[in-house]
């Protein structure tokens, strides 16, 4: 089987899974080469579902996770998105199909070399013009381009960062799994009228979000 048909295959796995609900999120998911966003020597296990090693002891999360987070994020077209934990670039990727047109993703990672690499990689795809990335302490979250719409942490927080909820505009939605290491739910924070909302989700395996309000070096 070539690379697209295994795209299509996992696609519709995700779909008759309940992974994927909505056209929108499957068709950027359709859309964007997972292949070019994991290493090489991983690239055969590309659309198998399942997270790979990108260094730094990081990695790029199983697609079904990617898929599920995207759904309950909901971005859509001229949304401002800030993503926490850029990692290889790829969940920034499919926001950035997602907002398109008008909006613009921001995203943040700790790693320099991870951030760099991710940033030549989607501009090479052509998103330079609705991603930008940044280097720095995401559980901060990125005041210089706040309020957003949308926020999604792809690392495991202790608790929810207080500045992420206030950098969230009124109705924005914040999507981060917390806990401690293997023991994670995803939680979705919505700011609503009468305050903040909040709701835990699926079960979920992400390593840890560091920094301020993130794990400790101690916890890890
Ligand atoms: N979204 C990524 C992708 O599509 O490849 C996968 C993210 S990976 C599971 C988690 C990432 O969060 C790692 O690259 C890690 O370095 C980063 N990270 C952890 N703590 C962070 C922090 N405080 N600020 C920014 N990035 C952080």
Redesign the pocket.
């Known amino acids: 089987m070539g690379l697209e048909e295994r795209r299509r295959a996992l696609v519709a796995s995700l779909m008759e899974q309940g992974y994927l609900r909505s056209r929108r999120v499957a068709e950027a998911m359709m859309k964007v080469p997972r292949e070019l966003?994991v290493p090489e020597d991983q690239r055969e296990w590309t659309y198998d579902d399942r997270p790979l090693p990108?260094g730094?002891d990081?990695?790029?999360?199983a697609p079904s996770i990617?898929a599920y987070m995207t759904e309950l994020l909901n971005p859509l077209p001229g949304d401002k998105v800030l993503?926490?934990?850029?990692?290889?670039?790829?969940?920034?990727a499919i926001l950035a199909e997602l907002v398109s047109p008008g909006g613009f993703v921001w995203t943040?990672?700790?790693?320099a070399q991870?951030a760099e690499s991710a940033r030549r990689r989607l501009e090479s795809l052509g998103y330079g013009d609705r991603v930008k990335v940044v280097v720095?302490?995401?559980?901060l979250g990125y005041p210089e381009a706040a309020p957003y719409d949308k926020i999604m942490v792809?690392?495991a927080a202790p608790s929810v960062p207080p500045p992420l909820v206030e950098q969230l505009k009124p109705g924005g939605v914040l999507v981060i799994p917390v806990g401690p290491p293997y023991m994670q739910h995803l939680y979705v924070v919505r700011k609503g009228e009468r305050g903040v909302e909040m709701w835990r989700d699926i079960s979920v395996v992400?390593?840890?979000?560091?920094?301020k309000y993130?794990w400790g070096e101690q916890d890890r």
């Open positions: 966003f990108i730094f990081q990695t790029i999360s990617v993503e926490v934990g850029t990692g290889s670039g790829y969940q920034a943040i990672e700790r790693i991870l720095g302490d995401g559980s792809t690392a992400f390593v840890p979000l560091l920094g993130g």
